[in-house]
Nanobody, 122 residues
Framework: QVQLVESGGGLVQAGGSLRLSCTAS????????MGWYRQAPGKQRELVALITGAYTTSYADSVKGRFTISRVNIKNTVYLQMSSLKPEDTAIYYC????????????????WGQGTQVTVSS
């Protein structure tokens, strides 16, 4: 089965840094866009950062200048480097990617990871 697995979440003090990783595994033929979303308690899930297959990046206004998204295609991995973390960054962070399996290599399908908790204390 094709799946996404996140790692790197944890507890950090305000001003600190964390790097999240998300790796796609399984019988993968190709990967399209990859991104990170987050959902804080009582709030809707929001797009944090996105990186296309052409390496174009975009960010939510709230994280511009603090977060950096990157990808290493040979490792099927997308990263989110988070710096100058604030308590309002506390949320569950979800990886998202367009994946095509070897079974259907022409069809990109949207997949979600299970999420990783990021908690920023003040």
């Amino acid at each position: 089965q094709v799946q996404l697995v996140e790692s790197g979440g944890g507890l950090v003090q305000a001003g600190g840094s964390l790097r999240l990783s998300c790796t796609a595994s399984g019988s993968i033929a190709r990967i399209g866009n990859m991104g990170w979303y987050r959902q804080a308690p009582g709030k809707q899930r929001e797009l944090v950062a996105l990186i296309t297959g052409a390496y174009t990046t975009s960010y939510a206004d709230s994280v511009k200048g603090r977060f950096t998204i990157s990808r290493v295609n040979i490792k099927n991995t997308v990263y989110l480097q988070m710096s100058s973390l604030k308590p309002e960054d506390t949320a569950i962070y979800y990886c998202n990617a367009e994946l095509a399996s070897l079974r259907a290599p022409s069809q990109l399908i949207n997949y979600w990871g299970q999420g990783t908790q990021v908690t920023v204390s003040s």
